[in-house]
């Protein structure tokens, strides 16, 4: 922009010393070209000199080093946290017992060392045959001396089969007494219904009866 500026003032100068005088050819000065152009030109870069120490000087940035890349660490595979497995769910034993009909009814009456056999009907509604082996046990209650009955054979699916135990009754206490039995495996897991046996000792002896069975 100074550069033209400083043209544009040179030639106009010129221009005004041509033209002063009008026809008056004393009056008009004479103006040597080379002397004009060593002006222009000096006063051109004197100019420069001028622009230049006017700007300020830029300061370059220095050139940034790239960080060098670290390699990611190798995790131990020791380090890393189990991976918890889901717990598996029991499945459920396919053995199964229900009550069919019973003989020597609830509350029957016994002399204290009465003995008498109480026989359970039984059917195997499970999806499993019972091996034998398998253990009709006492669980609770009273035995009344009943011991464990352990079948002879295998019981089919659907099957039903007459478990008994011989008892004799108490002679040490009276009233009612309740003996509860339950089919189990050979190795001792219990399944099925939980029957029992209630005497009432105290009474006259006892008539074994069946009762109606209740399985079609």
Same mark, same amino acid.
């Given at each position: ?6 043209m ?34 000096? &006063? *051109? $870069?004197?100019?420069? +000199?001028?622009? =230049?120490?006017?700007? #300020?000087?830029? !300061?370059?940035?220095?050139t940034? @080093?790239?960080?060098? &890349? *670290? $390699?990611?660490?190798? +995790?131990?595979? =020791?380090?890393?946290? #189990?991976?918890? !497995?889901?717990?598996?769910?029991? @499945? ?24 008498? @056999? ?46 008994s ?23 001792g ?25 209740s399985?079609?």
């Amino acid at each position: 922009m100074f550069r033209n500026k400083l043209m544009t003032i040179l030639i106009a100068g010129i221009l005004v010393l041509t033209a002063c005088g009008g026809s008056d050819a004393n009056l008009t000065p004479t103006v040597d070209p080379n002397a004009l152009s060593t002006q222009v030109v000096e &006063t *051109f $870069a004197a100019g420069l +000199t001028q622009t =230049a120490v006017a700007q #300020p000087t830029i !300061q370059l940035f220095p050139t940034l @080093t790239p960080s060098p &890349t *670290f $390699a990611p660490f190798a +995790t131990s595979a =020791a380090t890393l946290p #189990p991976i918890s !497995q889901a717990t598996i769910a029991p @499945t459920k034993s396919c053995y199964s017992m229900a009550f069919v009909s019973e003989t020597i009814p609830d509350k029957t009456p016994m002399t204290p060392g009465q003995t008498f @056999t109480k026989t359970w009907k039984v059917v195997n509604n499970g999806s499993c045959a019972w091996d034998a082996g398998f253990k009709f046990a006492f669980t609770g209650g009273d035995a009344m001396s009943g011991v464990t009955y352990t079948l002879p054979s295998a019981v089919a699916v659907n099957a039903i089969v007459e478990l008994s135990i011989a008892m004799t009754a108490p002679t040490t206490k009276t009233g009612d007494i309740r003996g509860n039995w339950r089919m189990s495996t050979a190795g001792g897991q219990f399944f099925g219904d939980e029957v029992y046996v209630i005497v009432t000792v105290g009474g006259s002896a006892a008539t074994a009866t069946a009762t109606k069975a209740s399985y079609p």
